[in-house]
């Protein structure tokens, strides 16, 4: 059974705290990427990774930077965090020609 | 550049009511696309993908390229339907592009 897992459910931090949020897939998968989820906006990309140590932005990646050092582990780092990056966040993976496996999400507080 | 829209934030029917979840997108190349499901407390789910072509839980979507759609449907929706839909788009560098999701609300 294919499985992406996240290293926290929950998490709260405070303002200017750095957070770094996990994911780790055991499917050998090229791609993995990160998203944030809010109501009424849906899943917007912050980054995408196709390749060990190799990334690329997605649509709101300011505020967050991203790290793959191996293949199957894929980390998001909020270098300080802000309210404004409360938010469930989502993590997947998927091979080129697959559709995207997703973890079971990490919902960060930020007070 | 790419784009999935997802009109209905909410979507309510009767049990037993046809479904139809609206997905437009906007690519200029030859684009896969999927739906996906959140049910309560789950993780977001593969539905069905275009390529596919099947059914699955009674649902259907038709990719429609003239009018860059690709609308789910079901003809008799039950209460378990009840949950987040969302549309995405795979481009050719990979990436999976979300709509903004439709929450369908299925009436006893």
């Known amino acids: 059974d294919v499985k992406v897992t996240q290293s926290s459910r929950y998490l709260v931090k405070r303002t200017g705290e750095k957070v770094f949020l996990e994911c780790v897939q055991d499917m050998d998968h090229e791609n993995m990427f990160w998203y944030r989820q809010d109501p009424g906006l849906g899943l917007r990309l912050i980054y995408f990774s196709y390749d060990v140590k190799m990334k690329e932005k997605g649509d709101i990646p300011e505020g967050y930077s991203v790290s793959r050092e191996k293949k199957e582990r894929f980390s998001l780092i909020l270098e300080s965090a802000s309210t404004n990056q409360t938010s469930m966040y989502l993590c997947?993976?998927?091979?080129?020609?697959?559709?995207?496996?997703f973890g079971p999400g990490t919902r960060l507080t930020v007070l | 550049a790419q784009r999935v829209t997802q009109p209905e934030k909410l979507l309510s029917v009767f049990k037993g009511a046809p479904v139809e979840l609206k997905c437009n997108y906007s690519?200029?190349?030859?684009?896969?696309l999927f739906w996906y499901v959140q049910y309560s407390r789950q993780r977001l789910q593969l539905l069905l993908r275009?390529?596919s072509r099947e059914s699955i839980k009674g649902f259907t979507a038709d990719l429609n390229k003239g009018e860059t759609s690709f609308h789910l449907k079901k003809p008799f929706a039950q209460e378990e339907d009840s949950a987040m839909y969302y549309c995405a788009l795979r481009d050719s560098s990979y990436k999976l592009i979300f709509g903004s999701g439709t929450r369908l609300l299925v009436r006893p």
């Open positions: 275009h390529i």
């Open positions: 997947a993976s998927s091979q080129p020609t697959s559709h995207g496996f």
């Open positions: 690519y200029s190349g030859s684009p896969e």
